[in-house]
């Protein structure tokens, strides 16, 4: 599903000349790997990890931040990956779900939680709601059921799992707060 | 999405180069929440961007000082929104923020950026099989004839009644806010009032600002008024959605409860931040009740012109501004 890259486009009559480039030298981290690339601008970071890094645990949806579903962490902070063009990652820090297990691979507390409380049926929106989920709580934004709701609003489940995965975060967040 | 050459300049001076070396199509690139989302509806196609969103000129905040709070407008819309001193003084200014979007996009998007937001009209956003006069000058307006339920009452022509989409700069608007700009020809300090254009025969045209201009900071006069504020926004649901109405107000009291300055703006109805001068000066000198609230409402709407689908915003938009300034009114220091 990346979007496609029409190849047939890119022939430019003269090359750009500093400090614009049509193809970008690019270091960023993730999950706490070294990443080193030459992207396109038209890149988005969801294509990116997608199709180039492997990473397809972050899902598309609508592609156009309206869905939640490509939430990752940039330097500790959620966006959504679709709009985030990829060449704007240089020298940050990304996590995406495929990060945020343990060292030996036991489930990040707010992943438990979600098979806890059944936060999930068809689960294409999981990893997107997992890494909102533990952005909101570390956000402190995760104190009351209503406040977890608005600040999760941001992330839509077709399945309607919605009850559940307020239940997960708020257990994860009362637990961090104890 | 069309190719597009790249700069990521250090500094605001290397940007403005860049940005004029680029020609007059190149644009700035924020957040990209916005213009990235467009280039890839094929609905913008600058052959070049110059990322601004890092510059450190741009991200600073300041609204401790005694005249005016400032804010960079590469500040990120989140945090601006848990400001302590606009949770405490300017709640209407923290709410048109954290109401807005989602907290994902209020992460990535910045308050500058924010202000220059395009239209959500689908027959804009839509591309290629849609008429459209913002999108593509003399080619007719889709929504006239077609569903606009989402579209504007105040400020339409015949040719475009595409809603101003976004909460921030209404609540801006309604504290006399204005924005600082530097381009090829220097600094100017820009009204908010002025920033936008209402569509009349040219909808293409939707600022005043020229091309290569960046917005540098936005400033917004302190008052007091605004500890009495609120900004109301009525979504089709709960949270994340664009307002069909939303009214921003402020009131002061004296202590018989009479009003002594008003603020009221809307969004959600109009097809730019609307200052509504007319339904504040109802208010200034009678005392806050429910009748003289809605008085001011029906006055803010006096011009308003339903399409095919919109009625209704008319007495939501009453509703909303009433509602409103019974919140602000609890809010206000006597
Ligand atoms: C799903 C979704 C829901 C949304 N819901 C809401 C909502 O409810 N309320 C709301 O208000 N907004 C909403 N938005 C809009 C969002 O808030 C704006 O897209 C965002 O604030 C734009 O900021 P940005 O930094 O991403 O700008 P960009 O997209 O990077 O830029 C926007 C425009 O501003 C120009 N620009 C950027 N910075 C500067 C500068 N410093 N000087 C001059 N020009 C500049 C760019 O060239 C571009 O034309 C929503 C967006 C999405 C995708
Ligand atoms: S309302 Fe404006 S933006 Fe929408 S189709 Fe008509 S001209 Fe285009
Ligand atoms: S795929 Fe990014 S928000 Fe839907
Ligand atoms: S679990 Fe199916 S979309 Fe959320």
Redesign the interface.
């Known amino acids: 599903m990346a979007?496609p890259?029409?190849t047939d486009?890119?022939a430019?009559t003269t090359a750009?000349?500093?400090?614009?480039?049509?193809t970008?030298h690019v270091g960023f981290r993730v999950n706490d790997e070294d990443v080193e690339l030459d992207l396109?601008?038209?890149e988005?970071l969801l294509d990116v990890l997608r199709e180039r890094l492997e990473l397809t645990g972050t899902k598309k949806g609508c592609?156009?931040?309206h869905c939640?579903a490509c939430?990752v962490h940039v330097d500790g902070?959620?966006?959504?990956s679709c709009?985030?063009?990829a060449?704007?990652a240089?020298g940050t820090a990304v996590t995406t779900i495929e990060g945020v297990a343990g060292p030996g691979g036991e489930l990040h507390p707010v992943q438990q939680a979600f098979v806890d409380h059944d936060a999930l049926q068809c689960g294409y929106c999981t990893p997107g709601q997992v890494m909102?989920g533990i952005?909101?709580i570390d956000?402190g934004?995760a104190g009351d059921d209503a406040q977890a709701?608005?600040?999760l609003?941001?992330?839509l489940c077709r399945c309607g799992a919605y009850p559940g995965i307020v239940a997960a975060v708020r257990a994860v967040a009362d637990r961090s707060e104890g | 999405m069309r190719p597009f050459a790249y700069a990521a300049p250090a500094s605001v001076p290397e940007a403005l180069d860049a940005l004029v070396a680029a020609g007059p199509d190149a644009r700035f690139l924020a957040g990209g929440t916005t213009l990235y989302d467009l280039m890839k509806l094929g609905v913008e196609a600058p052959p070049a961007v110059v990322d601004v969103h890092r510059l450190p000129e741009l991200a600073v905040v300041d609204t401790a000082g005694p005249d005016e709070l400032v804010f960079g407008a590469g500040a990120r819309m989140a945090d601006v929104a848990e400001d302590p001193v606009l949770l405490r003084d300017y709640p209407m200014l923290a709410e048109s923020l954290a109401k807005a979007a989602s907290q994902q996009l209020r992460t990535m998007a910045t308050v500058g950026g924010n202000l220059l937001q395009r239209t959500r009209c689908s027959y804009f956003r839509g591309g290629a099989p849609f008429a459209c006069n913002k999108r593509e000058p003399g080619s007719g307006c889709s929504a006239l004839e077609g569903i606009d339920r989402a579209h504007a009452v105040l400020g339409t022509s015949d040719s475009c009644i595409a809603t101003y989409a976004g909460d921030w700069a209404v609540a801006l608007i309604a504290l006399d806010a204005v924005v600082d700009v530097l381009g090829p020809d220097g600094a100017r300090t820009v009204a908010l009032a002025d920033l936008h254009h209402e569509p009349g025969s040219h909808p293409e045209r939707e600022t005043t600002l020229a091309a290569g201009e960046l917005i540098l900071r936005i400033r917004v006069p302190t008052t007091r008024t605004a500890r009495g504020s609120t900004y109301h926004k009525i979504r089709d649901r709960e949270s994340y959605a664009f307002a069909l109405a939303s009214a921003a107000t402020a009131v002061a009291l004296d202590a018989d409860g009479v009003v002594t300055d008003a603020r009221i703006a809307l969004g959600g109805v109009a097809t730019r931040p609307w200052r509504a001068a007319a339904a504040e000066r109802t208010l200034v000198g009678a005392p806050l009740t429910v009748d003289t609230a809605r008085r001011a409402g029906e006055a803010a709407l006096a011009g308003a012109r339903p399409g095919r689908h919109n009625g209704f915003k008319i007495e939501l938009a009453v509703r909303t501004v009433t509602d409103a300034l019974r919140i602000a009114g609890e809010r206000a220091v006597q």
């Open positions: 979007t890259v029409r486009e890119t430019r750009p000349s500093p400090p614009f480039s049509t970008v396109d601008p038209r988005s592609d156009h931040g939640g939430t902070r959620r966006v959504v709009l985030t063009p060449v704007q240089q909102s952005a909101c956000e934004h709701r608005e600040y609003s941001g992330n």
